[in-house]
């Protein structure tokens, strides 16, 4: 079973808020130092102190590839989400990758992604995030229709990207992301099948480690002698 995109909140293009700049050049600032992602974070309304009930949404980033450093309570059908800067350099944010749970059935949601850094997106060209869940695990697009990307003076005129969501089951897990998230893992996995798969031609070594000490392979390329290639291409 697909996610359903026809509701009653989603039937129009979202209009864009009042004095709204489509101009300028890359924001520099970014709304407030965001730093971390969050770990299962429930969003209450100001003033609650009570458990989080059904419906109060549950945020989570923190897993390989997941960005989302803060959400914003705005009213129970809008929250503005930061999301953190590049590692080494806190002037790009373009990257999001969170999951959203304990929700309630038909819930509907205006999500603002608040702190973009880009001037020019493919956002703004057709392209929507994606979402999954833990029931239907197969990433899918948010319709166009229901996204818009625009300039915002009410955060420092950086880059919005908001979006309507209907959430249709209580007990799903739902995941949203920029565009396909390919991991670190899943990269190495691929990397081990290739070198089991072809060792006399493809090695990898040691180049470097990254900020969070994580390592940087290089590839040496060598030449395939005629034997290596009738072994690996069938020549």
Known sequence: MSFSFDHPLSSHHLSPPCGIDF???????????????????AVVPPGYVAKPKQGHLVFDACFESGNLGRVDYITEFEYDLFIRPDTCNPRFRVWFNFTVENVKSDQRVIFNIVNFSKTKSLYREGMSPLVRSNSRPKW?????????????????????????FCFDREDDIY???????????????????IEKKYP??????????????????????????????????DI
């Open 140 to 164: 899918v697009r948010i319709p166009a229709k229901n996204v818009y990307y625009y300039r915002c003076p009410d955060h420092r005129k950086n880059y919005v990207m908001s979006f309507i």
């Open 23 to 41: 101009l300028g050049s890359d924001s520099d600032n970014a709304e407030e130092s965001v730093v971390g992602n969050v770990n299962r974070f």
């Open 175 to 193: 995941q949203f992301s920029y565009c396909f998230p390919y991991t670190y893992t899943k990269l190495q996995n691929y990397l081990d099948s």
């Open 200 to 233: 006399e031609i493809f090695t990898r070594e040691l180049l470097c480690l990254t900020v969070p000490s994580i390592n940087v392979s290089i590839f040496p390329i060598y030449l395939l002698t005629y034997s290596m290639m009738k072994k690996y291409m």
